[in-house]
C-alpha cells in the first residue's frame, strides 16, 4: 500500500471516529436534557401536589407566616372560639374614649395580640401597651373593652369565597377588663414569650415608650360561625375547650 492510500484510509478512520463521537456527544446531550426535563417535571408535580393536596390555612402579620390546621366544626362553638383567639395575630379593641373631641364615644383600635405561643394555647389575648397610645389612656379611666376576631385574618375565608361579614366566615366578640400583667411574674414571662415569639418586630420597640404586658379578663363570649345569629359562650366552657 502507499503512502497516499495509507494517509487516506487514516483520514476516513479518523473522520469515521470523529463523526461517532460527535453522534455520541449529540446522544448523550440529548439523554442530559430528556433527563433534566423529567426531573423538572417531577419536582413541579411534587411540588402542586403537595400545594393542592395541603389543608389548612395560614395566617401571614408582619414579618411571620404560620400554617394552621383548618377550623372546626361550627356546632362545635367553644372550639372555634377557643381556635380563632389562638390563630390571631391581631384584633379590634374598643374601649370608651376619654379623649376631648370623642370622650364618651366608642373607641376601636388595632392590637398586636397572643394567646400563646404557637404550640401552646390559653384563651387569654396578650398584649404590648405602652402608655401613650390612645387604648392605654382610655383603660386608665375604665378598663372595661371589647375585642373582636375573624378568620378573615387568616385565608381561610378567601379560599372558600366567604366575605368578612359573612356569617360563614367566623368571629368572635369578647367583653371583659384589660388588665396590667404583674411585673415580674411569671405570667409576665409567658406573656412576652408569647408576644414576641410571634410578633418579632416587638422586641426592637422603643423603650422609651415604657411598654408593658397586659391581658383581657373574659366576662362575656359571642361566636358567629354560621346563619342563624351568634351564639353565645360560657366562659368556662370556651376555656375547657381545645382550639385543635
Not at 415580674?184 to 415608650?209: D, T, V
Request: charged share 20%; proline share 6%; hydrophobic share 40%.
Amino acid at each position: 500500500m502507499s503512502k497516499a492510500a495509507e494517509a487516506e484510509g487514516y483520514d476516513r478512520l479518523e473522520e469515521a471516529y470523529s463523526r461517532t463521537k460527535a453522534a455520541r456527544a449529540k446522544r448523550t446531550k440529548c439523554i442530559f436534557i430528556i433527563g433534566y426535563v423529567l426531573v423538572t417535571l417531577s419536582f413541579v408535580a411534587v411540588f402542586m401536589t403537595l400545594y393542592m393536596g395541603r389543608r389548612g390555612v395560614y395566617v401571614a402579620s408582619g414579618a411571620s407566616k404560620t400554617y394552621w390546621p383548618d377550623p372546626p366544626p361550627h356546632d362545635q362553638v367553644a372550639k372555634v372560639a377557643r381556635y380563632i383567639v389562638h390563630i390571631s395575630e391581631w384584633g379590634s379593641i374598643a374601649t370608651f374614649s376619654v379623649a376631648p373631641m370623642i370622650e364618651g364615644f366608642p373607641f376601636a383600635n388595632i392590637l398586636s395580640l397572643s394567646d400563646g405561643p404557637v404550640e401552646v394555647s390559653t384563651g387569654i389575648p396578650y398584649m404590648y401597651l405602652t402608655p401613650m397610645d390612645l387604648t392605654s389612656h382610655d383603660l386608665k379611666n375604665d378598663t372595661r373593652a371589647s375585642l373582636s376576631m375573624s378568620e378573615a385574618q387568616s385565608d381561610y375565608c378567601h379560599k372558600n369565597k366567604y366575605d368578612p361579614e359573612s356569617p360563614l366566615c367566623a368571629r368572635i366578640l369578647i367583653t371583659g377588663h384589660i388588665v396590667k400583667v404583674e411585673e415580674g411574674s411569671a405570667e409576665e414571662a409567658f406573656a412576652k414569650n408569647a408576644l414576641f415569639s410571634r410578633h418579632p418586630e416587638m422586641s426592637e420597640w422603643p423603650q422609651g415608650h415604657h411598654w408593658f404586658f397586659a391581658k383581657m379578663n373574659i366576662s362575656h363570649i359571642y361566636v358567629l360561625d354560621y346563619f342563624g345569629g351568634a351564639s353565645v359562650v360560657n366562659v368556662k366552657d370556651y376555656f375547657d375547650a381545645e382550639p385543635f
